[in-house]
């Protein structure tokens, strides 16, 4: 057996499982998936576009959504062809070059997805908290460097994966039990010593993962203070208001992974834990890049009023006097849009 996984480890394949038991409806749940992947290329491309066509949102708080909206499309792109492809076509086949790959962009995104969200937290964190020094210590260059840490973090921690998975051999039946790859899975169809995969891959999502959601709730524990010591009720609700956004996208990315780690700590074997665990799995992949932008857009004033913008821009041409008239107006009722106790704010 040995010689022959070895001879055919470069044309070996997995065999991807979507939802067992739905087969005779795949063709509907195809649909909902396409309406899924429409509505976050969408949306976060929307979200770019604003961010970088309007200058009145070059500010470090958008500028993080952008970097939030770039890593929900390539979580997007590297789980859509797989899962498209088990739905709309049946094929489950994947080589085995193309599942290392993919389960790389997939952990890889998720890990810089989570040190953006601590970028965010941080951004909540300086504008309540000192926000006299927020544009002086959230500079353009700053934030550049910041997100160019996250990006490195998460590749160099998730790259040894893919290479300690390809020293394996793959002897055992190589049936996954999602429609995509992931590093948890991968291993366990190895036939040799997987300890050292167990324990990277354990102290890299704590690294990560347990770090990040660490220091976000320790960062909210200083702003709650921060907001309680404010002796105006609605200057204390203001505040809170622009963490509600990011709170609730804190919650749409770990969550589900809480969920998913308690359910393969409790799971005893039987189908409906099974089920359980992979329909947690397509929520954590797939809402959080569908729900981000629409929080955002929701929540936020300024963001929403910029999307209806250019949604009904084309459906009214002003001649040339009103367009003159509404340029002054426009800027005062950008102005009006500014909150007064801080620097960034999502009620503006």
């Known amino acids: 057996m040995s010689v022959v996984n070895d001879t055919n480890f470069n044309s070996a394949v997995f065999l991807l499982t979507g939802i067992p038991?739905?087969?005779d409806v795949y063709l509907w749940i195809s649909i909902f998936f396409c309406l899924m992947y429409v509505i976050m290329?969408?949306?976060?491309?929307?979200?770019?576009?604003?961010?970088?066509?309007?200058?009145?949102?070059?500010?470090?708080?958008?500028?993080f959504l952008s970097m939030l909206a770039v890593t929900d499309l390539g979580l997007s792109i590297a789980t859509m062809p797989t899962i498209l492809g088990i739905f709309l076509c049946d094929s489950r086949?994947?080589?085995i070059h193309a599942c290392f790959a993919q389960l790389f962009f997939?952990?890889?995104?998720?890990?810089?997805?989570?040190?953006v969200l601590l970028l965010m937290a941080f951004d909540r964190f300086i504008a309540i908290c000192n926000p006299l020094r927020y544009a002086s210590i959230l500079t353009l260059s700053r934030i550049t460097k910041m997100g160019l840490v996250c990006v490195l973090r998460g590749v160099a921690v998730i790259i040894?994966?893919?290479l300690l998975l390809k020293r394996f051999r793959y002897c055992r039946d190589n049936v996954l039990s999602h429609s995509y790859c992931l590093h948890q899975e991968v291993m366990k169809l190895a036939c040799s010593d997987i300890t050292v995969n167990s324990i990277y891959g354990l102290?890299?999502?704590?690294?990560?993962?347990?770090?990040?959601?660490?220091?976000?709730?320790?960062?909210?524990v200083i702003i709650l203070k921060t907001v309680l010591s404010i002796t105006s009720q609605a200057e204390c609700l203001r505040a809170l208001n622009t963490c509600v956004s990011h709170l609730c996208v804190v919650l749409l990315f770990y969550t589900p992974e809480i969920k998913i780690g308690l359910s393969v700590l409790h799971r005893f074997g039987n189908?409906?834990?099974?089920?359980?665990?992979i329909l947690l799995g397509y929520v954590y992949l797939l809402i959080p890049p569908l729900m981000n932008p629409?929080?955002?857009?929701?929540?936020?004033?300024?963001?929403?009023?910029?999307?209806?913008r250019l949604v009904i821009k084309r459906r009214d041409k002003p001649t040339p006097h009103s367009s003159t008239g509404d340029t002054g107006e426009e800027k005062h009722r950008t102005r009006t849009l500014i909150p007064s106790w801080t620097l960034t704010s999502e009620t503006r």
């Open 106 to 115: 997939i952990h890889s995104l998720q890990c810089i997805e989570s040190s």
């Open 160 to 162: 040894p994966l893919p």
């Open 271 to 277: 189908s409906s834990s099974h089920l359980l665990q």
């Open 21 to 23: 038991g739905q087969e």
């Open 203 to 220: 102290s890299g999502s704590l690294l990560i993962m347990g770090l990040d959601s660490l220091l976000i709730f320790l960062s909210y």
């Open 41 to 63: 290329i969408v949306g976060n491309s929307v979200i770019l576009f604003l961010i970088k066509t309007d200058p009145s949102l070059h500010e470090p708080m958008y500028i």
């Open 294 to 308: 629409i929080v955002y857009s929701m929540k936020n004033k300024h963001l929403r009023a910029r999307i209806i």
């Open 93 to 95: 086949k994947i080589s």
